[in-house]
């Protein structure tokens, strides 16, 4: 089975970074994709950014230009590197990995003060 278990959130004020990471384990395929999403309360789940196995990226238009996602496919691991925060950007941030099936990690949380 594939598991991915997240690290990384926290609180931070506004203007600041974060790091989000996210290690996938059990029967990964080479060829894949991995992205990070994230769920604002009373709001539903948006796609932040993802990216494949070749490294072909794609962003939400509310985090080009501040975040950055990449990936160690020898470490089975995907990354958010989150700057200049907003408070609007506080949400739990779920890692997701889509190979013939779609898995979730269990969610980060990321709280932005202003």
């Known amino acids: 089975q594939v598991q991915l278990v997240e690290s990384g959130g926290g609180l931070v004020q506004a203007g600041g970074s974060l790091r989000l990471s996210c290690a996938a384990s059990?029967?990964?395929?080479?060829?894949?994709?991995m992205g990070w999403y994230r769920q604002a309360p009373g709001k539903e789940r948006e796609l932040v950014a993802a990216i494949s196995s070749s490294g072909s990226t794609n962003y939400a238009d509310s985090v080009k230009g501040r975040f950055t996602i990449s990936r160690d496919n020898a470490k089975k691991t995907v990354y958010l590197q989150m700057n200049s925060l907003k408070p609007e950007d506080t949400a739990v941030y779920y890692c997701n990995l889509h190979q013939m099936g779609t898995y979730w990690g269990q969610g980060t949380q990321v709280t932005v003060s202003s």
């Open positions: 059990g029967n990964i395929f080479r060829l894949n994709v």
